[in-house]
C-alpha cells in the first residue's frame, strides 16, 4: 500500500514557476511509474506527465511539453513537477498518481494509489 502526499500548489502569476512535490509512503516506491494529473473545473482529468521508476524515461502531454519537467528521488520517495511559463490554462488541481510497472504510463486507469490533490492557480 503507498499513499500520495501532493504539496508546492499556490497563485501564482503568468509566466511564474511553481514545483509540485508528491511524497510516497512505503517501501516500494523506487519499482512505481509515478504520474501527473490535472482537473480544471467542469473538465475531465488529464494526463500531465508520467515517469518510470527509474527516472530515465519520461512523457508529456503536448500541453505542457518545454514547460514542465517531471523527475523523482527515489531516496527521497518524492516525485515532482516543475512548472515553467504557466499560463492560465494550466489552473486545475493536480493530481500524482503510482503504480508498479517498468515502463511509464499515460492512462489514469492505469494507476492504483492517488494523491489528494493540490491546487494551482495562474492569474493573468
Known amino acids: 500500500q503507498v499513499q500520495l502526499v501532493e504539496s508546492g500548489g499556490g497563485l501564482v502569476q503568468a509566466g511564474g514557476s511553481l514545483r509540485l512535490s508528491c511524497a510516497a509512503s512505503g517501501r516500494t516506491f523506487s519499482t512505481y511509474a509515478m504520474g501527473w494529473f490535472r482537473q480544471a473545473p467542469g473538465k475531465e482529468r488529464e494526463f500531465v506527465a508520467t515517469?518510470?521508476?527509474?527516472?530515465?524515461?519520461?512523457y508529456y502531454a503536448d500541453s505542457v511539453k518545454g514547460r514542465f519537467t517531471i523527475s523523482r528521488d527515489n531516496a527521497k520517495n518524492t516525485v515532482y513537477l516543475q512548472m515553467n511559463s504557466l499560463k492560465p490554462e494550466d489552473t486545475a488541481v493536480y493530481y500524482c498518481?503510482?503504480?508498479?510497472?517498468?515502463?511509464?504510463?499515460?492512462?489514469?486507469?492505469?494507476?492504483?494509489?492517488w494523491g489528494q490533490g493540490t491546487q494551482v492557480t495562474v492569474s493573468s
Open positions: 515517469i518510470t521508476w527509474n527516472g530515465v524515461n519520461t
Open positions: 498518481a503510482g503504480r508498479q510497472g517498468y515502463r511509464y504510463y499515460v492512462n489514469d486507469e492505469s494507476y492504483n494509489y
